[in-house]
């Protein structure tokens, strides 16, 4: 095989960032969009943040299509689990039959997933599912790529009983502080706001978030960041 044909035909993968973060009514979960192909980028504005229910979400990483298989698995026990019961199931069910699966197929299976969502019983709560199917609840969970960048951000900027839009806030810096570090992750940031009014989703393209130290403005082609450039000749 054409080894510059490798990356073409490597999975697609979404090294990533994705956060899930609880507040004082209800949670906030937030996601990049940047899905890579080796060392490609196969998709620029995919949506990492997928429903399971009308009020539960999972947020998805690594391997692109075991995230997917998982997410549809855990979708139709959900329905089966409503019919039965003949009421929404709680974000904690939610969680354990994402973790049940993991951890089942923990051999088989690259994704680590955030389970956020509320509940009329325990309100809004946060679940980390890393590799393996390990289940941790959090009052914060940030997974993916552009993770490593973030636990000391955290550790400073949450707070117990924040707001609604400061916990959007919070999320939407922290997902371009990493797309600004971490090479896996880029393109748009996606939010997701779960409380007991319903769901709310926002969009926030790429120009219009921070940017950080050495980043460069967005340009909409090479051409423009040539024309920038001094055409003055180089000094020896």
Same mark, same amino acid.
């Not at 690259?110 to 599912?129: A, L």
């Not at 959090?138 to 969970?141: C, I, N, R, S, Y």
């Not at 502080?177 to 896996?184: N, Q, V, W, Y």
């Given at each position: 095989?054409?080894?510059s044909?490798?990356?073409?035909?490597?999975?697609?993968s /979404?090294? =990533?960032t994705?956060?899930?973060?609880?507040?004082?009514?209800?949670?906030?979960?937030?996601? $990049?969009?940047?899905?890579s =192909? *080796? /060392?490609?980028?196969?998709?620029?504005?995919?949506?990492k943040?997928?429903?399971? =229910?009308d009020?539960?979400?999972?947020?998805?990483?690594?391997?692109?299509?075991?995230?997917?298989?998982v %997410?549809d698995?855990?979708?139709?026990?959900?329905?089966?689990h409503?019919?039965?019961l003949?009421?929404?199931?709680?974000?904690?069910?939610?969680?354990?039959?994402?973790r049940?699966?993991?951890?089942?197929?923990?051999?088989?299976l690259?994704?680590?997933?955030?389970?956020?969502?509320?509940?009329?019983?325990?309100?809004?709560?946060?679940?980390?599912?890393p590799l393996?199917?390990?289940?941790?609840e959090?009052?914060? %969970?940030i997974?993916?790529s *552009?993770?490593?960048y973030?636990? *000391?951000?955290?550790?400073q900027?949450?707070? #117990?009983g924040?707001?609604?839009?400061e %916990?959007?806030?919070?999320?939407?810096?922290?997902?371009?502080?990493?797309? %600004?570090? $971490?090479?896996?992750s880029?393109?748009?940031?996606?939010?997701?706001?779960?409380?007991?009014?319903?769901?709310?989703?926002?969009?926030?393209?790429?120009d219009?978030?921070?940017?950080?130290? #050495?980043?460069?403005?967005?340009?909409?082609?090479l051409?423009?960041?040539?024309s920038?450039?001094?055409? #003055?000749?180089?000094?020896t």
């Open positions: 095989m054409d080894p044909m490798a990356d073409l035909n490597s999975p697609h /979404m090294g =990533t994705i956060i899930g973060v609880t507040y004082d009514g209800g949670v906030v979960l937030g996601a $990049d969009s940047r899905t =192909t *080796g /060392m490609y980028v196969a998709n620029r504005a995919s949506d943040i997928t429903q399971l =229910t009020n539960v979400y999972l947020c998805r990483s690594g391997s692109a299509a075991d995230s997917q298989v %997410a698995y855990v979708r139709y026990h959900l329905h089966q409503t019919i039965s003949g009421q929404p199931a709680t974000v904690k069910v939610a969680a354990n039959i994402v049940q699966i993991s951890y089942n197929n923990k051999n088989m690259q994704t680590g997933m955030i389970v956020g969502g509320w509940d009329k019983y325990e309100g809004g709560k946060i679940y980390g599912v393996g199917g390990t289940i941790i959090q009052p914060f %969970a997974g993916g *552009g993770s490593s973030l636990y *000391g951000f955290f550790d900027a949450w707070k #117990e924040m707001t609604k839009d %916990a959007e806030k919070l999320v939407v810096k922290a997902v371009s502080l990493a797309i %600004a570090r $971490d090479g896996a880029g393109g748009v940031v996606r939010t997701i706001i779960i409380n007991s009014e319903g769901v709310t989703r926002n969009f926030y393209p790429g219009s978030l921070p940017l950080w130290h #050495e980043e460069l403005e967005p340009q909409n082609s051409l423009d960041i040539l920038s450039l001094s055409s #003055e000749p180089m000094v």
